[in-house]
């Protein structure tokens, strides 16, 4: 193989579908000689929030001197975004070469008479043999879909699991209830573990206790009043940690912008106690400098100045909503718009927080299957209000309306990772990306 082989194989697993069970990922870990035993993790669930919940945690072990993995998912431009160590991408010569020795292990499994495996069971492999071949001390893993029958839940033994804000999304797969998805979410409790609850609505912590308890796991249930809001701005937020009784934190800087932010740089801070509580070196100061540097490509990222052009890919209600409430709190005017979403991702519900922000708006259709097209967003636009409204053919056609922006205007995409990150490659490539 070469890398673009590599790839091509990975995508095109994608006619196996996703089945949510974990018999073929066991069976093929095994093949691998089960190569997720070899570390320390720290599993993350969750609706929103566990990207930049798991980028806190990987920042602060790996400014505490540790050689620290990282696997998200979706990527944002590059394939090699899900696999890092240290902040550095897998090369792809690695990655190549991995993805062959799984090829091999999953030729043995179907003549074993095993079904094929799923893509992102596949790439969850990968990325498990490459950290073991590296030699690392921990892996922050962020679940694919859900937790109870996601392939990363073939962990047995994690430090700690996290589970984040949890809301309506994927509820084919999850449940039509919070209940529902908060319970598949906290399958990834372990026998006499500990577990993180990132602050919500009783209803969802009271079924992720439950599990927890049939599991005799130690719940640690984050508290909204152990933070302190000091200040934000468009650079970022200050605040205090108020619980003394691991670190000593009066301020702490994060790049992060919005409450919610503050939210997860809580959870991430409870999971960090927990950490070093078992004997690790973590310290007052590495949290200090990890949380200042810290940075999250497309999640309210200012990736430009003059004119200010923020990407978000808040893909769900509650994502759009978080994104919405800080743009309003950072900026007051109004807003052009570019929007774009999918199908199965209640556009008209989106649409009512999008829209009394917008003075003009921009309709694209993200990079997927399930896209909602432009010209049909356009028209459910125009369904339910006044606003100005222009359907983009192509993602090309941003760049005239940016390069005529006034330096004042506040240009915001959002509404769709499978956009955010076609646009993210696009405005850096002609200059637009004074910021990153």
Avoid at 20 to 42: A, H, T, V
Avoid at 309 to 335: A, P, Q, W
Wanted: aromatic share 8%; with cysteine; glycine share 6%.
């Amino acid at each position: 193989m070469i890398y673009e082989e590599a790839i091509e194989f990975i995508h095109s697993i994608y006619k196996f579908g996703s089945k949510l069970d974990l018999d073929r990922i066991k069976k093929l870990m095994e093949l691998l000689d089960n190569p997720q035993n070899s570390y320390n993790i720290i599993h993350v669930a969750g609706t929103n929030g566990k990207g930049s919940t798991c980028s806190l945690i990987h920042d602060v072990l790996m400014e505490s001197g540790y050689k620290t993995g990282l696997f998200i998912s979706p990527y944002l431009e590059e394939f090699t975004e899900r696999i890092q160590i240290n902040k550095q991408q897998i090369d792809k010569v690695a990655l190549t070469r991995i993805a062959e020795l799984v090829k091999q292990k999953i030729n043995i499994m179907i003549s074993e008479g095993y079904d094929h495996p799923t893509e992102f069971e596949v790439v969850t492999a990968i990325g498990f043999k490459y950290f073991q071949e590296q030699n690392i001390d921990f892996l922050v893993l962020e679940v694919g879909l859900g937790g109870r029958f996601d392939a990363t839940n073939i962990v047995e033994k994690p430090l700690v699991s996290v589970i984040t804000s949890i809301s309506y999304d994927h509820t084919e797969q999850l449940g039509d209830t919070l209940e529902k998805i908060a319970f598949e979410k906290a399958g990834i409790i372990k026998e006499d573990s500990s577990v993180v609850i990132y602050p919500q609505a009783h209803n969802i912590i009271n079924v992720i206790k439950g599990v927890a308890k049939e599991k005799g796991a130690t719940v640690y249930e984050t508290n909204k009043y152990d933070i302190e809001k000091i200040s934000a701005d468009i650079t970022g937020q200050w605040f205090k940690y108020l619980k003394r009784d691991v670190f000593e934190l009066p301020k702490l800087k994060i790049n992060l912008l919005g409450d919610h932010q503050l939210l997860n740089a809580l959870t991430a801070l409870s999971a960090l106690e927990i950490i070093k509580k078992q004997g690790y070196n973590i310290s007052s100061e590495s949290i200090e400098n990890a949380f200042s540097k810290c940075k999250f490509p497309g999640r309210f990222e200012i990736i430009n100045k003059n004119p200010h052009i923020i990407l978000d890919g808040g893909h769900n209600i509650d994502g759009i909503r978080s994104f919405t409430n800080t743009l309003k709190e950072c900026f007051k005017d109004n807003v052009t718009y570019f929007f774009g979403i999918l199908k199965d991702k209640s556009p008209e519900e989106a649409l009512k927080l999008v829209l009394p922000l917008a003075n003009k708006i921009y309709t694209l259709t993200p990079l997927s299957p399930r896209a909602l097209k432009a010209d049909e967003l356009a028209d459910l636009i125009k369904k339910h209000s006044n606003t100005k409204v222009v359907p983009l053919d192509n993602y090309e056609d941003i760049l005239p309306i940016i390069k005529n922006a006034g330096k004042n205007e506040i240009i915001a995409f959002s509404g769709s990772l499978y956009m955010i990150g076609g646009i993210r490659t696009l405005l850096r490539n002609n200059g637009f990306a004074n910021n990153t």
